[in-house]
């Protein structure tokens, strides 16, 4: 999964690099409303199914399978209906308190929540394709529909652009860039799991996927809530363009060390969720959060020590340039989410739904007002500066509610191996801060490559020893 979630990352960047181009900062600031408000709206309408569903069919025997997926299914149809309906309803007063009266794009946040149903479906298929184990179908349709996205929707955003409807083009581009997916995961999830009844699902099935559901989507709501009324906050005080800087610097903090998530999300979720006691589920806590500042570090360093190459080459260097300081400490936030995330997929798969709840609503309402606290001082940095400090309270969050659970804190080499990472990444912003020129970076982001590459070769090697021996 980690390939294909970078291939999905390249024909990402062509698309936001080709709208930055044509649009600039402000095509790339509504980008970045309309996708909160999509993902916001579909996570309300989608209850929690994503995840509920991948639970729910990965859990179930072999006899029990396929009644399983018929109500996964069957619900994610109703629940695509419902996110349309709930565009419809919500996009108006949204828009009304999202944009100032002198800048209004209703019309556009219409038009891209014409998207909603379309995630929705996409979410329950994916979650059949993982649940059944097709994950190389999952990953293939993921590329797939990722590239056609680019290929069907730049065009539109160009032909609008040139007919003076920039917005309104890239306003297509989304609804197009998210469209493909729904489409090549529905003929993945016909190809490789097929309905084998037109029966009506059982309604126990259903009351089960509910249940379940509800609490996922209030804690995935919390986040998106969160992120939205973030950037409400900068539009609201800085204006369309500064929104673009700040997703700008959002975007390409949170995207290069993306694939580590991805995989986090698709392989450690359901391995932590079937571990056999608390003791094996910490193992694969610790072991994850290892794999994460290994695999990410040298990429963390290289936004660090190289942010203004990463802007310029992503962006456009002239309009983009106050994302700069904004990116660096994006980063430092993207460092501690690789801490607590683990910690945080290890609640949602075996903590009780009141724990969980507790725990997201208070670090979400770190994430969304704390920029409120800041921008008074340090203006439009002050956001970011709030989602580092978010990240760092979640992180010290979830350590002490692991310790609460468990009875057990994180091990020490897990902490030994953090604090080095820290340090390392410190020292190579130090090391750039006042040197001349824009590639000295290159210098500690290799040597970081290489000791990450070492100890995790070693680690592998030696995890492999010792199965061959257990065998």
Same mark, same amino acid.
């Given at each position: ?6 291939? =999905? !990352?390249?024909?990402?960047f ?41 639970r729910?069919?990965? /859990? ?8 399983k ?7 994610? =149809?109703r ?6 309906l ?13 944009f ?8 556009e ?27 190389? #179908? ?21 032909l ?6 920039? !917005? ?6 989304? +609804? ?10 529905? =003929? ?6 097929? #309905? ?32 939205? =009324?973030?950037?409400w ?17 959002? #975007? ?29 589920? @910490? ?33 456009t ?20 989410r ?10 949602q798969?075996?903590? /009780?739904n ?15 007002? !704390?920029? +409120? ?17 978010? %990240? ?15 009875? %057990? ?7 030994? !191996? ?29 040597? +970081? ?7 995790y %070769?070693?680690?592998? @090697?030696?995890?492999a ?7």
């Open positions: 999964m980690g390939g294909a979630s970078v291939l =999905v !990352l390249v024909a990402a062509f698309r936001t690099k080709a709208i930055a181009l044509m649009v600039g900062p402000a095509g790339v600031g509504l980008a970045g409303i309309l996708v909160s408000f999509n993902g916001l709206v579909a996570m309300a309408a989608g209850w929690g199914l994503a995840t509920a569903g991948v729910t069919v990965a /859990s179930a025997t072999p006899d029990e399978q396929a009644a997926i018929a109500a996964v299914r069957w619900l994610g =149809v629940l695509s209906w419902f996110g349309l709930a565009v419809a309803i919500l996009f108006v007063p949204i828009g009304l308190w999202t100032q009266p002198n800048d209004r794009h209703i019309l946040l219409g038009l891209a929540g014409m998207a909603v149903p379309l995630l929705v479906a996409a979410g329950m298929w994916g979650a059949i394709l993982q649940a059944s184990g097709h994950l190389r #179908a999952l990953a293939t349709t993921q590329v797939l529909s990722a590239f056609a996205g680019v290929l069907l929707g730049l065009p539109l955003v160009y609008c652009h040139q007919a003076g409807h920039s !917005l309104i083009g890239v306003t297509l581009g989304i +609804l197009v860039a998210t469209g493909a997916p729904a489409v090549f995961m529905w =003929v993945a999830a016909r190809k490789h799991c097929p #309905a084998v009844t037109d029966a009506a699902p059982d309604r126990a099935l259903i009351r089960e996927l509910l249940q379940l559901g509800g609490a996922l989507m209030v804690v995935g709501l919390l986040s998106q809530l969160s992120a939205y =009324v973030a950037r906050i900068v539009l609201r005080e800085f204006g369309l363009v500064a929104a673009g800087h700040y997703q700008a610097a959002l #975007a390409i903090a949170s995207s290069l060390p993306g694939f580590v998530f991805a995989a986090m999300a698709t392989d450690f979720f359901p391995r932590v969720a079937a571990a056999k006691d608390e003791t094996e589920a @910490r193992a694969l806590v610790e072991k994850q959060i290892q794999a994460g500042l290994l695999l990410a570090l040298p990429l963390l360093a290289a936004l660090l020590t190289m942010g203004r190459v990463c802007i310029h080459w992503l962006y260097a002239d309009q983009f340039e106050p994302a700069i300081p904004l990116l660096s400490w994006m980063v430092w936030g993207v460092f501690f690789l801490i607590s995330w683990p910690m945080g997929f290890w609640l798969a075996r903590g /009780s009141r724990s969980v709840l507790i725990v997201e609503l208070i670090s979400n309402l770190i994430l969304g007002l !704390l920029p +409120l606290a800041l921008i008074g001082t340090f203006g439009l940095s002050g956001a970011a500066i709030a989602f580092a400090a978010g %990240y760092v309270a979640y992180a010290v969050l979830m350590t002490l509610v692991m310790r609460w659970r468990t009875g %057990y804190w994180i091990g020490a080499r897990t902490w030994v !191996l953090a604090g080095l990472a820290g340090a390392a990444l410190a020292v190579a912003q130090w090391s750039v801060a006042s040197a001349e020129g824009d590639f000295w970076g290159l210098i500690p982001t290799g040597i +970081l490559g290489l000791l990450c590459a070492g100890i %070769y070693r680690t592998m @090697r030696r995890e020893q010792v199965n061959s021996l257990e065998r």
